[in-house]
Each structure stands twice: as structure tokens, then as C-alpha cells.
């Protein structure tokens, strides 16, 4: 009788599945696990797998992002078999935003409209509630005042403390809600991204503050929605912010309305929660997306 030992050697080697598209840093990852993805532990059933020690999402479909690794339905993914033309470009890359003042009333104004255009098409969740002036539900509700304070700290950015008081409200919503992303990362990690296009790159305040954020996530959320977070500061996520901003900073505000239309149909509310993250660190406002 064979043992498990010997049966194991004459298991079936899986054959590599052809990736069709993949991001830039799932791509990385790829290549320094030579194809070789794994399950993340306590998150077998998502798309989400390990490439080495970095995240990515294998799938046939999906949104554009730099983790994303697209295959053929049916495909296992255990090994994949890729090459440098099957790299996804994230829309409209950041660089080429450069110079624009997200600030100017034309670019605030092309947003807003958007937005409003956005509210009248559907209905806002997760801490996007708050464009309408409703309370988001339990326990999202608990942390509306963080969200306010974050708002008042984008709003006096000039402050010697600001970074850091978003920096401490920012703390309190992260891992706040359900969902594989909870709202409260989703929503910082959008306020993250409109930092990096107005103040990050170039302020070590706020790149103090980011990173202090991100450290925090680690013991705050999950792996995969600390990757996802750490993403949005470092200016990589979702085509369609990415598309969204570009519009804003074209001040094209029909562009702006089809970009975010594309942000809020990704997950249960994580689409709406990068928006009004993104928004509320955009306006300036110390009142939260109003």
C-alpha cells in the first residue's frame, strides 16, 4: 500500500493559466513568485490570493486596479503564466495631473455637480449617506464625528496640527463596518488619494501622517484592506477614481459624473465610501461632503 508520501508524487502538477490582464503591482508580484499564488488565510473564498508575500485579486472579471489579475472563467489559480504585454494602464495616470489645482472653483464645482448628478441617478451607501444629510446606519453612525473631524482637519490644512489631527481621526474609522473593505477604510483611503494629488508628494506633515495611518491599519483591519488603504495614499487604486479625478482636474463635470457612476458600482458600498473620502478631504469644508 502506498503511503500519502508516494501518492503525493504522482498528484497532478496543475497546468499555468494564461493571464489575460493584470496591474502593475500584481504584475511585480507575479514575477517575484513566479507565478505561484496562494490563499490568504481566513479569506478562501474571495478572489483575493497572495503572490508572494503582496495581494492581489484573481479573477475573469473585475474592476481595473493595480492588484487586479484577470483569467479565463473556470481557470484555477493556483499558477499563472503571464508576460509583460498583459499589464493593465490605470486610466488616466496621476502624473499627467500634475500642476492642476484641485482647490479652484472650477475643478470644486465640475465635482459637485457631479456628485449631485450622481445622488439623482442612485441611491448613496455607506458613509456617502451623509451627501444627502442622512445618518449612515450602525455602527457607521458611531463614527460620524470622526468624520467631521477629519473634515475640519482638511479644512485647515495650513495649521501646524491639521496632519496630524487627521491623522487621529482617521485612526478611529478604520476598520469601522462590514463588508470584505469596512467603510471606515474605504473612506480614509479615499481622503488619502485627494491628499496625494494636493499636499502629499511634496509636504512631510502629511507624509507623516499617511504613513502613521497606514502602520495603524495593520492592527486596526485586515491584510487586504490594509493593502487596499496603503494603495489609495501611494495615488495607485481603481481606474474609475483615478478617471474621476482627471475629469475634476478637466473640470468636465459629465466626464466626473460617468467615472464616479463607474466608482460606486465597486462592492457594497466601497466605491461610494472612496467618493465621500475623497470628496471631504477635496472640499476643503470643515461640514463633511455639504
Known amino acids: 500500500m502506498r503511503s500519502a508520501a508516494d501518492l503525493a508524487v504522482f498528484a497532478p502538477t496543475p497546468s499555468a493559466a494564461p493571464v489575460r490582464r493584470c496591474g502593475t503591482l500584481a504584475h511585480a508580484a507575479l514575477r517575484t513568485s513566479g507565478g505561484v499564488t496562494r ?12 503572490a508572494g508575500d503582496q495581494i492581489v485579486w484573481v479573477s475573469h472579471s473585475g474592476p481595473d486596479h493595480p492588484r487586479t489579475v484577470l483569467i479565463d472563467a473556470g481557470a484555477a489559480p493556483e499558477v499563472l503564466e503571464f508576460d509583460d504585454a498583459t499589464q493593465i494602464s490605470i486610466g488616466h495616470p496621476l502624473e499627467t495631473l500634475g500642476g492642476c489645482d484641485f482647490s479652484a472653483n472650477d475643478a470644486r464645482t465640475s465635482a459637485s455637480r457631479a456628485i449631485l448628478r450622481l445622488i ?3 441611491t448613496p451607501r455607506g458613509f456617502a449617506c451623509l451627501f444627502t444629510g442622512q445618518a449612515p446606519a450602525f455602527p457607521l453612525s458611531h463614527r460620524v464625528d470622526a468624520v467631521h473631524a477629519l473634515a475640519l482637519a482638511c479644512a485647515l490644512d495650513d495649521a501646524p496640527a491639521a ?15 462590514s463588508g470584505l473593505t469596512p467603510s471606515g477604510d474605504d473612506f480614509v483611503g479615499g ?5 496625494h494629488l494636493t499636499h502629499l508628494p511634496d509636504d512631510a506633515r502629511w507624509q507623516q501622517a499617511a504613513t502613521q495611518i ?13 493593502a487596499l488603504l496603503a494603495d489609495l495614499a501611494r495615488g495607485q487604486s481603481y481606474a474609475a477614481l483615478h478617471a474621476f479625478a482627471a475629469a475634476i482636474a478637466q473640470c468636465d463635470a459629465h466626464a466626473a459624473f460617468t ?15 472612496m467618493l465621500a473620502g475623497f470628496m471631504t478631504a477635496l472640499r476643503k469644508s470643515a461640514s463633511p461632503l455639504t
Do not use: C, K, M, Y
Open 39 to 50: 490563499a490568504v488565510s481566513g479569506f478562501e473564498a474571495t478572489p483575493f490570493r497572495l
Open 120 to 122: 439623482d441617478h442612485s
Open 163 to 177: 496632519a496630524q489631527a487627521f491623522a487621529g481621526a482617521a485612526q478611529r474609522l478604520l476598520g469601522v463596518g
Open 191 to 195: 481622503a488619502l488619494f485627494a491628499l
Open 214 to 226: 497606514i502602520d495603524h491599519a495593520a492592527t486596526r483591519t485586515h491584510a487586504i484592506s490594509a
Open 259 to 273: 467615472h464616479a457612476n463607474a466608482l460606486v458600482s465597486i462592492g457594497a458600498s466601497s466605491g461610494w465610501d
